[in-house]
């Protein structure tokens, strides 16, 4: 049974991460849209969800933009433009509350009531929507959030008063001007937004006021959809809004929306009145600061099944009453007034032939009145692409190229470059219209550069007429009480006033020596203002780096690149270290967790790579019990242990489980139990790191060179480090552990009671002398009794062949030459000497006879250890046990 898709109302006032709440809700989903009021709102989800997903899947589509990568899975847009039959798993709309509003709010119903999402559902906004919606959506379920940090009324304050930090608002262009101008004259400047404002535009007004070249905000009421500015405290200029046919008082939900601007995440903020507007009510500071508000009663409705077959039909379908009493008929939106105009005009009529004529009509009535000057001007541009749809299926280049040309123009005042911004808002709405013009694609990056140019130019012209930045820098110094002016270059040199103080190394700060005393602390405080900014991009930058540009030093050090930004510290257990980074506390908790976190997973990741094998072993349920016991002890050891440390339990393991560990790569040797690709030097350069962290070394242990059979003791080397490094100590040198195991195969052929001589094989496995190989094997448990006896002449060769070669002494064969001067040649006789196994009571052995030192030939006066014996017939010979070979031949001729 397919399990029902969710939908929640997530409701609460400002600042309460509900948007936030939904990004990561759509992100845990394969495919997701969200629809948001303002395109600037779109733009900046956009922004963040291309920053955590990357471009390649993430889609914009707006009225006036539209950018659809082949993969998109998680499409942002506003709410007129959400694609309505995507079947996407989730799905969103924001500010819900919007359902009630004269001008859009029956699009907002209409996704209210229809869009769906195939496994979750969000509706985002006040929780004055809470009981309409329980009513029309009846399998809702319903999350309120409380707001991050506390809201207050501070009363009527004089702009010239105004804190820092803060936003004016003001509810017509002319207003938001004058109180920019007077910003500007008192203060030093201010930023302006508006919603008519390209997302370019405002975007590079908005950085002013974020990185403090300004401190003061102007904006209308665009500011309270969402966008998320460091506002402390937010001012009305007015409490009276035109809403397109009249002038009428804001209501109380209404201006806690743009209120609510003010104190983000958990900073509280503040709200008042300045100007002529008068103070609020009682009433209403008493629900914006409690968040209460009446309930909204009504949505605004408009059919959405529309007739097409005449325009008389499609205009009946549009004046349709919903039969719900919660949802109420919508006044004529622009698109019903615009077809109204056209559908009453002869030469529109006459190109209607059909159904298709209908639709095509409707979709040109959808092109949004942007311009705004007279409706029978929009109504005639709306009339002319109509006309040249029906009659050539396209708008004419020449035609659609003139319009755009006559725009493209960056020259004059304010007034005169925003106007051309809305010229050209239409005629990209225009190109993102499938099949309307001759390769769409094309005209849509032209009529995005020319709004660009637009753009940067109205932001020049907002900041030449609002900002005096040589009023804003000195009111900032005379506040800050700052006489310096620090910068920081991409080599991380910082300047003050042109003067170097000191450098960036990767997070820390480190101030020129040079420095007096006296200079220290403002040389560093000027310096460090500087560097905040730094910080953050350097951090993300970090955050974003590729694994191959981090490295781990032998001694535990995380370096990124050439600088140490972090080191390893104990953890939890050996493969679990913890991380210490180098980052200076004046750049902030966030970059600090940021590069703790990548740092994180590149040392686990290089854990999981170099120990995969070790890990999977131990987390296999298959493992019976005993057996699961030894993978456990081998993953503590990380893949390497002696095997007197685990004797116990491999003896208690049956022929079954060690086959099964066998599969997973582990080799019982006689002298170590290991996991053969454990001995690689990335394992195991790793594994003495790893070590020596989890052992509270002061100073660590380097691996021994790669490639190498062998290699000399060191006298100094902690307890543990041979296994730990994949070798094994015998005598003055160590023995990699695998081909120790190889040489110990080669013994089991042999008569290790009796004596043997090493053969050829023996010492080229080790790269060993015959007198290094002694020292070895008297390490190794065995007695190595030196002596001389004649050479044997080697057999006469052919005229050609090599001079044969003596493995054992490395000495050259005997020749014509040196046969008479070489006769005597040294060999070495093994025995292996047991240890002593506890003996209870019994009397003291008498003292073995003495051996020879292989050294120095000088009698030895070590006791000779006792043998236990081979094991009974009755028991199973241990094929890992050294002597296994000679008790199969035990009682054989």
């Not at 499409?75 to 694609?83: L, S």
């Not at 995507?86 to 907002?108: K, M, N, T, Y």
Request: overall charge neutral; glycine content about 8%; hydrophobic content about 40%.
């Amino acid at each position: 049974m397919q399990q029902r898709s969710r939908v929640c109302a997530v409701l609460g006032p400002t600042n309460t991460g509900k948007t936030h709440y939904a990004i990561e809700r759509m992100l845990a989903h394969r495919s997701g849209v969200i629809g948001l009021p303002l395109r600037l709102l779109a733009r900046e989800v956009y922004d963040r969800l291309v920053a955590k997903k990357g471009p390649s899947v993430v889609a914009l589509i707006t009225g006036e933009e539209r950018i659809v990568p082949p993969r998109a899975a998680y499409w942002v847009c506003t709410v007129e433009a959400m694609p309505t039959s995507l079947g996407a798993e989730f799905v969103a709309i924001d500010e819900v509350q919007l359902c009630a509003d004269p001008e859009r709010g029956h699009v907002f119903t209409d996704r209210l009531l229809n869009l769906r999402g195939l496994s979750e559902t969000l509706f985002l906004g006040s929780d004055a929507m809470w009981g309409v919606i329980s009513q029309l959506v009846p399998d809702a379920d319903f999350l309120r959030r409380d707001r991050f940090s506390e809201l207050t009324y501070s009363g009527s304050k004089k702009i010239s008063r105004m804190p820092e930090r803060s936003a004016i608002v003001g509810f017509s262009v002319d207003n938001v001007y004058s109180i920019a101008e007077l910003i500007r004259r008192q203060k030093g400047g201010a930023a302006v937004v508006m919603g008519a404002l390209s997302p370019r535009t405002r975007n590079a007004q908005v950085e002013m006021y974020q990185n403090g070249d300004v401190d003061y905000l102007v904006a209308t009421d665009a500011i309270g959809m969402g966008l998320n500015l460091d506002i402390d405290h937010v001012a009305f200029s007015g409490t009276s809004k035109f809403d397109g046919r009249n002038m009428r008082r804001l209501m109380p939900n209404e201006l806690a929306q743009i209120a609510g601007r003010a104190g983000r995440y958990q900073n509280n903020g503040t709200f008042g009145v300045t100007g002529e507007a008068r103070p609020l009510e009682d009433e209403v500071v008493n629900a914006i600061e409690n968040h209460r508000f009446s309930p909204i009663q009504k949505l605004q409705w408009r059919n959405s099944r529309l007739d097409f077959g005449t325009t008389a039909t499609l205009l009946r379908s549009l004046e349709r009453s919903s039969d719900d009493p919660l949802l109420i008929k919508a006044r004529e939106a622009g698109d019903h007034l615009t077809l109204r105009s056209l559908s009453d005009q002869p030469e529109i009529i006459d190109r209607i032939q059909n159904a298709r004529d209908v639709q095509l009509l409707w979709d040109t009535c959808q092109l949004p009145d942007f311009r705004q000057v007279s409706h029978n001007e929009h109504v005639a541009i709306v009339g002319k692409i109509f006309e040249f749809l029906a009659d050539g299926g396209q708008i004419p280049v020449a035609w659609f190229a003139d319009r755009v040309r006559r725009i493209d123009k960056t020259h004059g005042d304010i007034d005169a470059l925003s106007k051309r911004l809305a010229y050209i808002r239409t005629w990209t709405y225009v190109t993102q219209r499938k099949g309307w013009l001759t390769d769409e694609n094309y005209w849509r990056d032209e009529t995005r550069a020319v709004e660009d140019r637009l753009s940067d130019a109205l932001h020049g012209a907002l900041t030449k007429r609002f900002v005096d930045r040589r009023t804003s820098i000195l009111m900032r110094r005379l506040k800050q009480k700052e006489a310096l002016v620090a910068e920081v270059n991409k080599d991380g040199e910082v300047t003050i006033e042109g003067e170097f103080v000191g450098k960036l190394n990767a997070f820390q700060f480190q101030l020129d020596k040079s420095a007096d005393a006296d200079q220290v602390k403002t040389l560093r405080s000027a310096a460090i203002q500087a560097l905040q900014p730094e910080f953050s991009l350097r951090s993300d930058r970090f955050y974003n780096a590729p694994d191959t540009e981090f490295d781990f030093t032998e001694q535990g050090g995380l370096m990124w690149g050439e600088h140490a930004v972090g080191k390893l510290v104990k953890g939890d257990d050996v493969m679990s270290p913890a991380i210490h980074v180098f980052v200076d506390e004046e750049a902030g908790t966030d970059v600090a967790d940021k590069v703790r976190k990548r740092l994180g997973h590149f040392i686990d990741r290089k854990i999981t790579a170099a120990f995969e094998h070790i890990i999977n072993m131990r987390d296999d349920e298959a493992l019976p019990g005993l057996a699961k016991g030894v993978a456990f002890r081998l993953a503590e050891s990380l893949g390497v242990i002696p095997r007197s440390a685990i004797s116990n339990d491999i003896k208690a393991l049956d022929q079954d489980q060690r086959g099964t560990l066998r599969k997973h790569g582990i080799r019982f040797g006689q002298y170590t139990v290991f996991h053969h690709l454990m001995l690689k030097p990335a394992p195991t350069r790793l594994r003495l790191v790893l070590w020596s962290l989890f052992e509270g070394l002061d100073e660590f242990p380097e691996a021994p060179p790669a490639g190498l059979v062998t290699v000399p003791a060191m006298p100094d080397a902690p307890k543990g480090y041979y296994p730990r490094a994949g070798y094994r100590l015998a005598g003055e040198r160590a023995i990699r552990i695998d081909m120790l195991e190889r040489l110990a195969d080669m013994i089991r052929a042999h008569d290790v009671k009796g004596g043997f001589e090493a053969n050829p094989d023996m010492l080229s496995i080790t790269g060993m002398t015959l007198d290094q190989f002694a020292d070895l094997m008297q390490g190794l448990g065995y007695a190595a009794d030196k002596g001389e006896r004649d050479k044997v002449k080697p057999t006469p060769k052919a005229a050609g062949d090599e001079v044969a070669t003596d493995v054992a002494s490395e000495e050259p064969a005997p020749t014509e030459e040196n046969v008479e001067e070489d006769t005597k040649e040294v060999f070495y006789t093994f025995k292996w000497v047991p240890k002593a196994r506890p003996q209870g009571n019994r009397p003291q052995q008498s003292k073995p006879k003495a051996r020879r030192d292989n050294k120095n030939g000088k009698q030895s006066n070590k006791p000779k250890q006792h043998s236990s014996g081979p094991p009974k017939k009755d028991k199973a010979i241990d094929p890992d046990n050294p002597f296994a070979a000679l008790m199969a031949l035990k009682g054989k001729s």
